[in-house]
C-alpha cells in the first residue's frame, strides 16, 4: 500500500476545503508518477483512516477526481488511477521554432489616436489633495462581500450567471430610477435607465449615438478634459466658452446658435468641474429654453450631487425638462469607489433603445452579478446609509480643510468654501508657481495636481483642484503642513 | 421612559447584523416623529438591558446614528436625537409643473444606426439548443464568492478600490500571460496581455484602434454576426470568402490582396463559427505568411480553445507568428459563464498601449475586484479544475447528443460531430423548413435558433448550430424527443 499519509498532506490553517486539497495532492503526485496509472486507490473508509479525516471528505475528493478524469471506478472492482490520465498535450501545426521574446512592435500598421495618448491616472497610497475623489476607506466592502455571496447563492443564477440584458440588470435600473426620482426630483420609468460602466461610458455612449463627425459641441473653456477626450475622439468641433460665478455663460451659447446649429453642450450645473461653481437659476432655465427652441440636446453630468453641505442641493436640468431635450449622467464611482464602475444615463427612451444597441458591440452587457449586488445593497438601504455617513464625514473634512487652508495658505491661494462636492477650486498667487510648488511637493510626500489638466489649450491658470474627501483629519493637517513649508 | 422594546424589534433571522436593525428602526421612529428631536435616549447599557443585546452591540448602533447624523453626544450629558435631522429637501430652482410621465421621444434628432438595429439575446430558463453556452449550472458560484469576499477583505483596498491600469488588473494580466503560455503554446510578457470584458470588446477595441473607416477587412461567407457587426459599425468594407472542410478559404484572400491591400482577416481557425471546421495546417501556414508579407492583421478569435475532446487541441495561430501580425482574443464568458464578462486580447505592446489610451474614455477600465477575485481563481487552480470537469461533462454531453441525433433525426440532418466545441452545425433537409420548425418546437417547449444568424446576405442555408453544453442527459433526450415528434 501507498503511504498516502506522507505525501497528501493536509493543512487545516488554508482556506481551500480539505477534500479540494486531497484531489489536488493526488493529482500531483499522479502527475509525477508516484501514484502510478492503473493504481488501485483505498477505499473511502481506509482512505479517512489513513489521512484523519471524515469518510466523506474522501468522497468528496474522489467525486472531484472523477469528474475531473484522474479516477474511475470498475464496478466491484474499486477505484483507480485513470489509465488515459487527462493531460492533453497540444500539437503544434508547424515546426518553426518559437519566439521567446515578447513583442513591442506590431508588423502591420495601425493610426496612433494621438488626441488619446494622454498620462493615465492609478491609484497611489501616497498622501495627496487628489481631484476630489472619495475615500475608499469608508466603503462598504462587507455589505458588499455579503450581497456578492447572497447573489451568487440565490436560485437565479442561470438568469444572473447568464446573458442579459444590454441595458443593465433590471433590478438595479429600478432601484436607479427609484432612488433618482426621490433625491432629484426626476419622474422617470425603467425604461428612461440605463446602467453604465461608471459617467466615462455614458458620456461615450452618448457621443457615439447622438454625435456625427464635425458635429458643433459646447463645453466650458474651463472644463472637464476626460469628457473633451471622448468628444474629440468623435472628430467632432469643439466650441468653447466662459464660466464665471454663475457657470457656463448661455449668451454665448445662444450666440453660437446664431452661426450654425450646435448638437450637444456638455454641462456639470450642480458644482462645475473643475471650479465648483453652481449654475444659477435664470442661467439654467436659459439654457434649457435654448436647448428646447434649437433642438440640441444638453448633456448634464451630474457627478457630485450626493454631496452637498453649507445649502440643500438644487435639482437637475432634468427634472424639468419636459421636452426630452436632457441626457443626465451620473455614477456611483464618486461616492463610493472608483473601482465600483456603475453609472446611468437617463434619456427618452428612444435614446435609451439606440444606446442599447451600440453597448451590444463594446462589451455585450454590463457586469450582472454587480449590477445585482448593487441593487440588494439599494434595497437594504446601504447605499443610503453610505451616502449619509460619506456626507458628513466629507463636510467635516471640508470645514477643517478649508479652515486650514485659509490660515495656512490664504495668502497666497484664492478659493471660495465650496457648498457641495469633494474638492477646492484653489487658484494660486502668481508668485507661486504651481508646476514647481506639485514637484517640491512629491519630494515631500504630497501629490497635488500642477493644474496642467485643468488649464484651457495655451492658457497657465495656475489653479488646481485641492480634494479633501479622501483624506482624514490628521492627513490633512499633514498635507497643508507640507504645502505651507514650502512657501 | 420610551418602550424602545416595542418599537426597536430585532429579527436574529435576518441577515442584516443586528446593530444595523437597532440603527435602521431608531431611524425609522425618529423620522415617524415617535422618538422626538432632542429626546435623550438611554445609556448604552441601559439599552442593551431593555433591547437584550450585548452592550456592544448598542454602541456599534450609536456609532452608526451618530455617524450618519441623526444622534449627538453632550459631554457629561448624555446621547440625544439630533435637533437638525439630516434629511436635505432639495429645492427645485423652477416652478414649472413637472412631466409626470416618462419619455419615449428625444427632443433632438440623432441617427439611427440600422446595422446595430438587430434583436439582443437574453437569458432564458426554457429548455434549448443553443449557441454553444456553457451550463451556467456547473460554474464555481461558491469559489466566485469566496474570492469576491476574500478580494474585498485584503489591506490593499486602496489599490483595489480605486482607479487602476486602463489594460487590467496586473495579476490577471499575469495569470492570463501563464496561462496561455502554458496552454496555447505561446511566448508572451504581461505587456502583450489586456484584460477585456469578454470576446466582445476584444474585438471592439481592435476594431477602433487597428481599422480606419474605409478599410478592407475578410471575414467567411458564413461568420460570425456580432463580430460582422463591429467591423460595419466602424465603416469598413466587408469581404466575404468561402469555408470548406479546411476552414477559411486562403487561396481567395490571396486574390483579394492582389486587387487592393486588406487590412485584417477574422478567424476563428480552432474550431470555425459556426460551422466548427477545424482550419487546416496548410491553410494556416498559408495565411500567416500571407499577413507577414501584405501587412495585415490576422484576428484570431480562438473562443472555445478549451473544449477538445477526441483529439489534441492544435496550437493557435498566435502561437508561431514571429512578425506581429496576429492579435489574438478569448474569453472565460464561454468557458464559465458569459455573465463574467472577462476576456483578454493578445498582441504586440505597441497596440495593447494603445487599446488601453482607447479603454481610457470607453468605460475608463475593467472591474478591479472580479479582476482581483478571478486572479485568486487561477491561483487556487481553481479555473483548471472547473476547465477539466466542464470538458469532462460537455465531452459526455457531445456523445450522447450525437448519438440521439443521429438515430432520431439523422435521415433529416447532416452533421459531422464536432472534435471539440459546444455545438453541431446541423445542416437540414430540404424537406424540413427549419424556420418553420423552429416555431413549432417553440410551442412544444424547445427553443431552436431558426438559422437566420447564420445565413449570408441572401442565402437560405437550412443550418443551425445545436448546443449540447448547456443541457445535461435527460435534457438532450428530452428535447431530441421533441424535435423527433415534429419531423
Avoid at 499519509?5 to 495532492?25: G, H, R, V, W, Y
Amino acid at each position: 500500500m501507498l503511504p498516502y499519509s506522507t505525501f497528501i498532506t493536509i493543512d487545516k490553517k488554508e482556506k481551500m476545503p480539505i477534500f479540494l486539497q486531497i484531489a489536488n495532492k493526488t493529482i500531483e503526485n499522479i502527475k509525477k508518477g508516484i501514484i502510478p496509472k492503473g493504481t488501485k486507490l483505498l477505499g473511502s473508509r481506509a482512505m479517512a483512516l489513513s489521512l484523519g479525516v471524515h469518510r466523506k471528505t474522501i468522497l468528496a475528493a474522489y467525486d472531484e477526481l472523477m469528474a475531473q478524469g484522474w479516477i474511475e471506478t470498475q464496478a466491484s472492482k474499486g477505484t483507480f488511477v485513470s489509465q488515459n490520465i487527462p493531460e492533453i498535450k497540444p500539437v503544434s501545426w508547424h515546426n518553426n521554432a518559437l519566439s521567446e521574446t515578447p513583442k513591442t512592435k506590431t508588423g502591420f500598421e495601425f493610426p496612433k489616436n494621438a488626441v488619446l495618448n494622454k498620462p493615465i491616472l492609478r491609484g497611489s497610497s501616497m498622501l495627496g489633495f487628489d481631484d476630489g475623489f472619495p475615500d475608499v476607506r469608508l466603503a462598504p466592502t462587507d455589505a458588499l462581500a455579503r450581497a456578492y455571496r447572497s447573489v451568487l447563492k440565490k436560485g437565479y443564477q442561470k438568469h444572473t450567471l447568464f446573458y442579459g440584458d444590454t441595458k443593465g440588470e433590471f433590478s438595479l435600473r429600478e432601484a436607479t430610477r427609484d432612488y433618482l426620482n426621490e433625491s432629484r426630483g426626476l419622474h422617470i420609468a425603467t425604461d428612461n435607465v440605463m446602467i453604465t460602466r461608471g459617467s466615462m461610458m455614458a458620456i461615450y455612449l452618448a457621443t457615439q449615438t447622438i454625435l456625427n463627425v464635425g458635429d458643433r459641441v459646447v463645453v466650458g473653456k474651463i472644463g472637464y478634459s476626460s469628457g473633451n477626450l471622448v468628444f474629440k475622439n468623435r472628430g467632432v468641433e469643439l466650441l468653447y466658452v466662459d464660466i464665471d460665478e454663475n457657470g457656463l455663460n448661455v449668451e454665448q451659447i445662444a450666440q453660437l446658435c446664431l452661426e450654425k446649429p450646435i448638437k450637444m453642450v456638455y454641462v456639470t450645473p450642480h458644482h462645475h468641474y473643475p471650479t465648483t461653481v453652481t449654475m444659477s437659476a435664470e442661467r439654467r432655465m436659459h439654457l434649457l429654453q435654448l436647448a428646447q427652441k434649437q433642438q440640441f440636446c444638453i448633456l448634464e453630468d451630474d457627478y457630485d450631487y450626493d454631496f452637498h453641505y453649507s445649502s440643500s442641493p438644487i435639482l437637475p436640468l432634468a427634472s424639468v425638462d419636459t421636452e426630452g431635450v436632457v441626457v443626465y449622467i451620473g455614477s456611483l464611482c464618486k461616492t463610493i469607489s472608483p473601482a465600483i464602475r456603475i453609472g446611468y444615463v437617463v434619456a427618452p427612451s428612444d435614446l435609451i433603445d439606440e444606446m442599447g444597441y451600440l453597448r451590444r458591440i463594446i462589451d455585450r452587457q454590463g457586469d450582472n452579478i454587480l449590477e445585482s449586488a448593487m441593487a440588494e445593497l439599494f434595497k437594504e438601504g446601504e447605499i443610503k446609509r453610505h451616502l449619509k455617513k460619506s456626507q458628513r464625514t466629507y463636510h467635516k473634512r471640508r470645514d477643517v480643510f478649508c479652515d486650514m487652508l485659509q490660515s495656512a495658505l490664504g495668502h497666497v491661494i484664492d478659493f471660495k468654501k465650496p457648498n457641495g462636492g469633494m474638492a477646492v477650486w484653489a487658484k494660486f498667487d502668481p508668485s507661486v508657481s504651481l508646476p514647481f510648488l506639485s514637484e517640491k511637493a512629491l519630494l515631500k510626500g504630497l501629490k497635488i495636481n500642477n493644474g496642467s489638466t485643468y488649464n484651457p489649450d495655451g492658457v497657465l491658470l495656475n489653479a488646481t483642484r485641492l480634494g479633501f474627501a479622501s483624506i482624514n483629519e490628521s492627513e490633512i493637517e499633514q498635507g497643508i503642513g507640507i504645502l505651507k513649508n514650502l512657501i
